[in-house]
Every structure is written in structure tokens, then in C-alpha cells.
Antibody, heavy 115, light 112 residues
């Protein structure tokens, strides 16, 4: 069965960096784009970034462009989200999601930015 | 950016009664390939979101047939024919036609 397992969330200070991982299994990884979607505490869903199936194209919401980098290692069936210059407003649960049509979601990993 | 506006934001419903959620987009969601990329998601308390409906009206496997999606262009609706206790949670529409992808604010469905 399709599984997406996020990891890497932590409590970090503003200005620091963090790398999130999304390990995929149960499907042919190279056939699918992968997204990161976040949800701040008590708030709605916000699309953050997308990586194409071969990793050649990336897309970002304006609020994170230049600070977030999405990438993938198809040999490890894993997608990463490098988050630099963390801000208080980046505090959220980060979900990885499969496919252009957002069909499967992971359980999420919590990033808390606090001094 | 395409703004997705859901209404109502809170929807108290009696068990067994129907419920309807509206989602309006600020631009047409018809893509150049002729498809309309409008999805609906359910988020039960404490859980990850789960897709219910894709491309306006296609129900996902395992989703009860009391859920249905309809609409076109900029105006879309999610309907629950008879609300059950397990339907409590937040419901989001999302457009996958334009960049950036955008979600509605969410509609909270609760039992009266």
C-alpha cells in the first residue's frame, strides 16, 4: 500500500535551518510528483512546494521561495525539504503528498520555530 | 493567486440530514487540457487530510457514495446526502489548475 512517512521536524530557533524527509513506499516513486503542504496550528492548509518526478522542476509558493529547497533522491525513494532562515511563521505540521492530484498524504512532521 | 472561497465556514448538521459546502474560485479552473482540477479533502480531528473527490466529481476509492462533487468553471459544491457521525471534521477545496496551488479556508462540519 502507498505510504509516505515524514521525519525531521523539531523545535528550532529563528534563523536556523532544518531538513525534512519524506520516505515513500508501495508505488513506483519515479512516476509521481511529490508536494509539501503545511498547516499552521489551528489554521488551514497551504501548498508549499512541488518537485517533478525526475527532480528537474521545482515549484514554490512565493512566501518560501529562496528559503526552502525541495529535492528528491530517486535511488532512496525520498523527497527532502531544506528549510533555511526559519521564521516564527514557518511553525506548522508539514505533510508530503503524492501526485498532481494530491491523492495520498503522509501523517506529517511538526516544525516549531521558537526562541 | 487564485483565491478559493468556501461557504459556510461552519456547518452544524443533524445526523441523517444533507449538507452542502460551496467553493468559489477567483478564476476559471478549466485547464488547457480541458480538465478542471478541483479537489475536495476531508480532515477528521487529529488526522491528516484525505482526498474525497478529484477533478470536480470523481469520488475516491473507499469514499462512501453519500459524498458527491459537482460544479464547473468557478463554482463548485460538495454534498453529503445524509450526514453520519464519522463525517465530522474540516473540509477543504483545492485548485490544481494554476500556480500556486491554493486551498479554501476550510468548512467545519459538526453535529447539532
Amino acid at each position: 500500500q502507498v505510504q509516505l512517512v515524514e521525519s525531521g521536524g523539531n523545535v528550532v530557533q529563528p534563523g536556523r535551518s532544518l531538513r525534512l524527509s519524506c520516505a515513500a513506499s508501495g508505488f513506483t516513486f519515479t512516476n509521481y510528483v511529490i508536494h509539501w503542504v503545511r498547516q499552521a496550528p489551528g489554521k488551514g492548509l497551504e501548498w508549499v512546494a512541488t518537485v517533478s518526478n525526475d527532480g528537474s522542476k521545482n515549484y514554490y509558493v512565493d512566501s518560501v521561495r529562496g528559503r526552502f529547497t525541495i529535492s528528491r533522491d530517486n535511488s532512496k525513494n525520498t523527497v527532502y525539504l531544506q528549510i533555511d532562515s526559519l521564521r516564527i511563521e514557518d511553525t506548522a505540521v508539514y505533510y508530503c503528498v503524492r501526485d498532481w492530484l494530491f491523492d495520498y498524504w503522509g501523517q506529517g512532521t511538526l516544525v516549531t520555530v521558537s526562541s | 493567486d487564485v483565491v478559493m472561497t468556501q461557504s459556510p465556514l461552519s456547518l452544524p448538521v443533524t445526523l441523517g440530514q444533507p449538507a452542502s459546502i460551496s467553493c468559489r474560485s477567483s478564476q476559471s479552473l478549466v485547464y488547457s487540457d480541458g480538465n478542471t482540477y478541483l479537489n475536495w479533502f476531508q480532515q477528521r480531528p487529529g488526522q491528516s487530510p484525505r482526498r474525497l473527490i478529484y477533478k470536480v466529481s470523481n469520488r475516491d476509492s473507499g469514499v462512501p457514495d453519500r459524498f458527491s462533487g459537482s460544479g464547473s468553471g468557478t463554482d463548485f459544491t460538495l454534498e453529503i446526502s445524509r450526514v453520519e457521525a464519522e463525517d465530522v471534521g474540516l473540509y477543504y477545496c483545492m485548485q490544481g489548475t494554476h500556480w500556486p496551488r491554493t486551498f479554501g479556508q476550510g468548512t467545519k462540519v459538526e453535529i447539532k
